[in-house]
Every structure is written in C-alpha cells, then in structure tokens.
C-alpha cells in the first residue's frame, strides 16, 4: 500500500530503492519514479528487479542505482499480446525470470500466463 519498492539488507536496514510513495506510473530515478500497487517481484542475473504493477497494468524494471522504466503495459487494461509498452495486462501479478531472461507474468484478471520477452 505504500507504492514503494524497499531493500532490507542483510543486517536488516530499510531503505526506499525506488517510489514516491504516491500512486502513479512515472518512469524516473528512486524516489522520483512512482507505482501503483507494484505487487510480484524478480530479479534478474544482472541484479535487476522486475515489478508487476497491478494498479496501473504495467511491468517495470529496477536498476540496482534504482532506475525505474517500463518494460511491458500499457497502462490501460486489456489482453492484448504485443510487444513492450504495446501490450495489455489486467491486474498482471506474479512474474517469474527462466535463466535465458525471459519474463513469465501471471496475469491475474485475464487468467493467463503471458512471456514479455
């Protein structure tokens, strides 16, 4: 409910890596990109995150200097298979990454597992 993405280390220290904490889709740099209900999260070899966001049916990618873009969604609610910001989720959830990179959403809505790339 806080729409932020935050890192416990392992000494347990929190800090916000990305999120305003208001509700939005705003693509940018820590706490000047905002979520809207991010929900499932992976991450990737390379040490980036990816964040299911049910609220505003989007995919989203965390760098580790916290650099947040979208990946996947339009932003609108839908089922259309596209690629990258051209297709449509409704309420995307749980997301996996198999070894060669490739995302796996559940999408819970549409009742459907999707693969973005």
Known sequence: ????????TSSGVVTTLAGSGSAGSANGTGTAATFNSPYGI??????NLYVTERGSHLVRKITSSGVVTTVAG???AGSLDATGTSATFN???GIAIDP????FIADQK???IRQIQ
């Not at 409910?1 to 416990?8: D, F, L, P, Q």
């Not at 992976?42 to 040490?47: K, R, T, Y």
């Open 1 to 8: 409910g806080s729409n932020k993405i935050r890192k416990i």
């Open 42 to 47: 992976s991450l990737d070899a390379s040490g």
């Open 74 to 76: 339009s932003g609108s």
């Open 91 to 93: 309420y995307p959830s």
């Open 100 to 103: 060669s990179g490739k995302l």
């Open 110 to 112: 549409n009742s459907l």
